[in-house]
Nanobody, 121 residues
Framework: QVQLVESGGGLVQAGGSLRLSCAAS????????MGWYRQAPGKQRELVAA???????DYADSVKGRFTISRDNAKNTVYLQMNSLKPEDTAVYYC???????????????WGKGTLVTVSS
């Protein structure tokens, strides 16, 4: 089975920084895109940033210039460096990866359990 485990969330003051990590493990043949989503209380889950296996990136307008997504393909790990954090960045952050578990299976989406990021004003 495939597992995604996030780490790095916590409480930070506005203007501060945090780095999230997400490691994929288990039965993995290949990983396509990886990304970070977030869900604030009372709101829908939204895409924060995504990165392809080739390194192309995409960001939500609200985080452009402040967040940076990167990945280490050798470690099956994706990172999210978050700088200049704002109270409105407060949310549960979820890791997502599009993984092909074996040569015989199709690509499917996997999700981590989420890590809470709280930004105080």
């Amino acid at each position: 089975q495939v597992q995604l485990v996030e780490s790095g969330g916590g409480l930070v003051q506005a203007g501060g920084s945090l780095r999230l990590s997400c490691a994929a493990s288990g039965r993995i043949f290949s990983i396509n895109a990886m990304g970070w989503y977030r869900q604030a209380p009372g709101k829908q889950r939204e895409l924060v940033a995504a990165i392809t296996s080739g390194g192309s990136t995409d960001y939500a307008d609200s985080v452009k210039g402040r967040f940076t997504i990167s990945r280490d393909n050798a470690k099956n790990t994706v990172y999210l460096q978050m700088n200049s954090l704002k109270p409105e960045d407060t949310a549960v952050y979820y890791c997502n990866a599009r993984i092909k578990a074996s040569v015989l299976t199709t690509i499917r989406d996997y999700w981590g359990k989420g890590t809470l990021v709280t930004v105080s004003s």
